[in-house]
């Protein structure tokens, strides 16, 4: 039962502290605060939770370090770590350091509370060996790359199967290179192929390697990249591009877990992870007859959607003074930096090249901006238009907009209720459509706490 849960809070905002404390209480959960890892591991000798809450940036510790403590006293409970500095080495450190989960501060009341109530059901996860490689940043603040950064984290105790779906140019090597940094495997190699920059005819020989004599121009063996991924991740970019001939031979690679060299006849054992990435919707290539359905369920048992640039415009600041500063280091040149102006100017473009577009941009921009400090009118004139004064570009903002101004006009009183009730409801109902009517998921791709749908369902019921 509910009420025989005792949740500990530590965290030294006191605002925090008693809106957890409320929250918990009106659910049925008995709980404790602190303020200090010194506390809590005091408390610890004497009394034992069922679940820990636990900022990661306290005053005299770190509040991971509750968790060494736990295990040196062999208590097994599960902690959740929140925090409001959130990057994806720290969310991957908290998941090795055997967190529950990992959330970002805001967070949703309604998430926090299902992740309580998650965790009174399920153990907690043991720890991972400390990681010892740094991977290639990701970098992002907004809620989306969160997301993102949680899921390498859960991943990172596993050597599954993932396929990263996005546009292009919107970083899924990077995240690709990141899983495989943050894995049991990281200490192996890390090997790229785009299935779609080689000819098909070529393809099976980079993938799977040839013998001398095999074929015209084979002169000396060669080993293909399953072999020089062994140990290791392999990451296959593009791969609805794959010919169909070569998928089939793929499969039986990822079912089988050996292969042939071609023209070979030592059977090869495949020690790799696979992780591929697509633009391309595979489904709609399925019902095409060009992908088999059979290889698309073996690849997809993980997807990590990357989202364009465009719908996260929040990071659109830390991207560009990371790639100016870097660009500024790799090129020996003056670092350059940006106006609040031209921020709000990148925020406004619709990059449609994604993040990739950006590292362009801000490569010229340190070449060829004339001052050290960036104005908008540095910016290259082949980006598209700055959107219009009070839109957004988007058809739907600039419908928004002329309605707006109708019940302005027409001295319309709760223009700001309505609005946000109809785009609620317009929104959820799409996300729900989606999922086929998984409240769980369209919540997940919304960032809404489970409840926090379900009760905005009923409001619009009852509406």
């Known amino acids: ?33 602190f303020s200090s890892v010194v506390a809590v591991n005091e408390a610890l000798e004497a009394d034992r939770p069922d679940v820990v809450i636990t900022d990661i940036r306290l005053p005299d510790a770190d509040g991971l370090s509750v968790l060494q403590t736990m295990r040196d006293r062999d208590i097994e409970l599960p902690v959740i770590a929140m ?10 450190s908290a998941f090795q350091s055997g967190v529950f989960d990992y959330l970002s501060k805001p967070f949703d009341l309604d998430q926090m509370l299902a ?39 859960r991943l990172s105790r596993s050597s599954i199967s993932v396929l990263l779906t996005g546009e292009t140019g919107s970083g899924k090597e990077v995240v690709a290179r990141a899983l495989h940094q943050h894995s049991p495997r990281a200490q192996g190699p890390f090997v790229a192929i785009n299935s779609a920059a080689i000819p098909a005819e070529l393809l099976e020989s980079e993938l799977f390697g040839h013998e001398r004599g095999s074929f015209t121009g084979a002169h000396s063996r060669r080993l293909g990249r399953f072999e020089e991924a062994t140990g290791g991740t392999l990451f296959l970019d593009e791969i609805g591009d794959m010919p169909l001939p070569l998928q089939t031979r793929l499969l039986r690679v990822l079912a089988e877990g050996d292969y042939y060299r071609v023209g070979g006849r030592d059977l090869l054992r495949a020690d790799v992870r696979v992780i591929t990435a697509t633009h391309q919707d595979l489904k709609k290539k399925i019902a095409q ?45 003056e670092e350059k930096h940006l106006l609040p102006e031209t921020i709000k100017a990148l925020q406004q473009k619709a990059w449609p090249g994604n993040v990739r577009q950006l590292l362009n941009v801000c490569q010229q921009l340190c070449v060829m901006a004339p001052g050290d400090q960036v104005m908008p009118q540095d910016l290259p004139s082949n980006l598209s238009e700055k959107v219009p004064a009070g839109g957004t570009g988007e058809p ?17 009183n709760n223009l700001m209720a309505l609005a946000r009730g109809q785009l609620e409801k317009t929104i959820l109902g799409c996300a729900l459509d989606h999922t086929g009517g998984r409240r769980v998921e369209a919540a997940r791709l919304l960032g809404l706490g489970r409840n926090t749908l379900t009760r905005k369902l009923k409001e619009f019921e009852k509406g």
């Open 1 to 33: 039962m509910v009420e025989t849960v005792q949740v500990w809070v530590v965290d030294d905002d006191e605002a925090i502290r008693f809106v957890l404390e409320r929250s918990l209480g009106q659910a049925g959960y008995r709980t404790r605060s």
């Open 83 to 92: 925090t409001a500095y959130s990057d994806l080495d720290q969310a991957v």
């Open 115 to 153: 992740v309580v109530a998650r965790a009174t059901a399920i153990a907690s996860p043991g720890p991972m060996k400390e990681e010892t490689s740094k991977p290639k940043q990701v970098i992002g603040e907004s809620a989306a790359m969160q997301e993102i950064f949680r899921t390498i984290g």
């Open 289 to 333: 007859g060009v992908f088999r359905e059979d290889l698309y369920h073996r690849l997809n048992v993980i997807t990590i959607r990357l989202p364009p640039l465009r719908e996260r415009t929040d990071d659109i600041p830390l991207l560009a003074r990371h790639f100016l500063h870097q660009a500024a280091q790799d090129m020996g040149l």
């Open 396 to 412: 739907w903002a600039e419908a928004l907009r002329k309605w707006t101004q109708h019940g302005l006009s027409q001295n319309q």
